[in-house]
């Protein structure tokens, strides 16, 4: 009777402490740990949408990019939240029903107020931002990125790889993985069966090592890749380690969040070496066993400025002129239909 008594107290107090633990942590001590073996979701073929790349926003224009995606068979779009307008969730829940109301699920971009290194205490813009939009959208939305590439902001310098602890600067860094850890923590206190994804680019692998040193809670690497970058399965380090072994290391799934080949900045965008490109790269995510997704970047090019005369010519379908002088959606480009081939050959 004694020892039943004192088991008894045990698992009420184990209880107890467990319950403490879960409000103060909001959760995060009981997420499961995603590893590459048991990481189960379907592939993940993706197009990169932005809400107006060619006029002022409308739902009507957001439905047309739809339309699209469904043709192109893709199950996902990955959109980047807006923190600045007043009504940002109004817009943003219309975008997001009119998208599942057609069988597409969002992966949600989220980022900081403002740039990141001018904010004085980044873990609490990092959890203010994390925390109203996990809350808002608990249960709706399955995968959050956390800014983008912010490996390239704490970096010295694109003179380095990346590879190496020594290539960052210590004080952005620190500024952009308390800003990750804010978060992170808040998505986990909200949503803890989400998924969070942290991604950089070109051999920035150090920066993902020092995140997981520092115990930044987060699932999935994403990594993007460009056509000047070649082949990212055939591309090694600087001590002959293949990249993608490197990244298999820190055992955790891995999403192309951004893929795409390079327009010339004169010439604009050699469309059969983009859809060649894109045809090697995809079969090869596909049948790695270790990439889980392949986010296209992005659906429609977005219209000329004065900066950019030519706009950004990267999208599946091009920008046209309209006689008023504003723009609208013109042609496919090659690669349409290259990526719609890969994802109807490799959908289930």
Do not use: C
């Amino acid at each position: 009777m004694k020892k039943f008594l004192i088991i008894f107290l045990a698992l009420i107090i184990g209880g107890v402490g467990g319950y403490f633990a879960y409000q103060k942590y909001g959760g995060s001590l009981f997420h499961r740990k995603v590893t590459l073996k048991n990481y189960k979701e379907p592939f993940m073929w993706a197009v990169d949408v932005k809400p107006a790349p060619l006029a002022n926003y409308h739902i009507s224009l957001w439905k047309k990019q739809m339309n699209y995606v469904n043709e192109l068979g893709a199950k996902w779009i990955r959109l980047s939240f807006d923190n600045e307008p007043a009504n940002k969730f109004k817009i943003f829940d219309q975008m997001i029903n009119s998208a599942n109301d057609k069988g597409i699920n969002v992966f949600l971009g989220l980022g900081s107020t403002k740039d990141v290194l001018s904010i004085d205490n980044t873990y609490q813009d990092g959890y203010q931002v994390a925390d109203e939009i996990s809350a808002h959208y608990k249960g709706k939305i399955k995968y959050y990125q956390l800014m983008s590439e912010q490996g390239s902001g704490a970096s010295k310098g694109w003179q380095y790889s990346g590879e190496n602890e020594s290539d960052y600067v210590p004080e952005n860094y620190n500024k952009i993985k308390d800003w990750m850890r804010g978060a992170s923590e808040a998505i986990r206190k909200n949503d803890p069966d989400a998924y969070i994804v942290i991604t950089d680019q070109w051999l920035h692998t150090a920066y993902i090592q020092m995140l997981i040193r520092d115990k930044i809670d987060f699932d999935i690497i994403g990594w993007d890749w460009y056509g000047e970058m070649t082949l990212m399965g055939e591309k090694k380090m600087a001590d002959g380690t293949l990249l993608v072994d490197r990244l298999k290391s820190f055992d955790k799934p891995i999403i192309l969040a951004e893929v795409n080949f390079s327009a010339d900045t004169k010439k604009g965008m050699d469309e059969a070496k983009q859809a060649d490109f894109i045809k090697s790269m995809g079969e090869w995510a596909y049948n790695s066993g270790y990439i889980k997704g392949f986010v296209f970047f992005e659906l429609v090019d977005t219209k000329p400025t004065k900066d950019k005369p030519q706009g950004f010519p990267y999208g599946l379908i091009k920008f046209k002129m309209k006689s008023n002088g504003t723009y609208t959606f013109g042609d496919k480009r090659l690669v349409f239909d290259t990526y719609k081939e890969i994802i109807a050959k490799y959908s289930k």
